[in-house]
């Protein structure tokens, strides 16, 4: 999948001379969050539809409200995980593109992104889910990957999915006919494992004394 072919060029991007009431036309016929701004060429910036809404003077051209435009963009390199990130961090729904001479050719749209990501491998693929957590300084990349060849499973993907000032998590999507041998093994090395899985001997056996005890204190 080459991540350049869900470049756009659908939506018009508007030149500081526009007026006010064409962005907002533009605003009213698509569900989009921002529209780009272009000069020469160049991008100016990101006009929110947000603030394009709240402007009553519509004849006013859009070089009177430029302290609006909001200032994020890509490259033709950016990696699927590089323009989710860039989604979420800007609260939007479409990132402008820019070429190697930082010239305006197009944008990409969140929800072909997420269509991109969906279809990957990564998720597509038939696999287990783990969730596992330790100490900050203690964890190692490496020694996740080892663990799981080590009990013949192949590692689709991990990363970081949460992390706090002592310990962090990290979420892996293996590809296992045994995860049970890798949850016992990543609880050897002292990984605390979040998910729960049916085929969990450890915590059945847990769930077994649990249940002993409550009719031992029922009696």
């Known amino acids: ?14 030149t500081l001379q526009s007026t006010v009431k064409s962005a907002q036309k533009v605003c009213k016929n698509l569900p989009i969050t921002h529209i780009p701004v272009v000069e020469n060429g160049k991008l100016i910036g990101c006009l929110p539809e947000s603030d394009i809404q709240t402007i009553e003077n519509k004849d006013q051209k859009l070089s009177e409200y430029s302290y609006l435009l909001d200032n994020f ?4 390199k950016a990696t699927l995980l ?22 305006y050719i197009g944008y990409y749209e969140l929800s072909d992104i997420l269509d991109a990501f ?3 491998p990564f998720l597509h693929n038939e696999s287990e889910t783990l969730i596992i957590d330790k100490d900050k300084s203690d964890y190692s990349m490496s020694q996740i990957a080892q663990i799981v060849e080590a009990s013949n499973g192949k590692i689709l993907g991990f990363y970081i999915s949460s992390e706090n000032q002592n310990n962090i ?7 296992t006919e045994d995860i049970n ?17 049916e085929d969990d001997f450890y915590l059945e056996e847990l769930k077994d004394r649990a249940s002993y005890l409550r009719k031992y204190l029922d009696m």
Request: aromatic letters at 8%; one cysteine or more.
């Open 73 to 76: 963009y890509t490259n033709e």
């Open 118 to 120: 969906a279809d990957s």
């Open 181 to 197: 041998e890798i949850i016992q093994t990543f609880r050897r090395y002292d990984y605390n494992v979040i998910t729960q899985h």
């Open 1 to 14: 999948m080459n991540i350049n072919d869900f470049i756009l060029k659908e939506i018009k991007e508007l």
């Open 169 to 175: 998590q990290i979420t892996l999507k293996i590809i």
């Open 82 to 103: 590089d323009l989710i990130a860039l989604f979420a961090d800007n609260d939007c729904n479409l990132i402008p593109v820019l070429n190697k001479e930082m010239d």
